[in-house]
Nanobody, 122 residues
Framework: QVQLVESGGGLVQAGGSLRLSCAAP????????MGWFRQYPGKEREFVAA????????FYADSVKGRFVISGDNAKVTVDLQMNSLKPEDTALYYC???????????????WGQGTQVTVSS
């Protein structure tokens, strides 16, 4: 059974930083690629960032490029998202997903973490 465990998130002022972490202990096929999506109320989940853990190739949504940094550990099957220069529009429920597929690693397989709230105040 695949279990993705998230931590981090919280409340921060605009311009601040937060770090999200996700672990998938024992999920060897998860390590192909892991990443983060976010969901606004009443909207579909959208891609934020992903990393292929074998070679550390990364992909980002245009809205977060230059502000967010994704990193991961293949051996530990973990992924982190460092979020800098946060904006109020980054406020959302963030989900860790693994494994991810597609040429841009933005196609989820259906395995998700429990979700963690990120709130950015103006």
């Amino acid at each position: 059974q695949v279990q993705l465990v998230e931590s981090g998130g919280g409340l921060v002022q605009a311009g601040g930083s937060l770090r999200l972490s996700c672990a998938a202990p024992g999920c060897t096929f998860c390590s192909y690629a892991m990443g983060w999506f976010r969901q606004y109320p009443g909207k579909e989940r959208e891609f934020v960032a992903a990393i292929r853990l074998s070679d550390k190739v990364t992909f980002y949504a245009d809205s977060v490029k230059g502000r967010f940094v994704i990193s991961g550990d293949n051996a530990k099957v973990t992924v982190d998202l460092q979020m800098n220069s946060l904006k109020p529009e980054d406020t959302a429920l963030y989900y860790c997903g693994a494994p991810l597929y597609g040429p841009n690693l933005n196609v989820p397989s259906g395995y998700w973490g429990q979700g963690t709230q990120v709130t950015v105040s103006s």
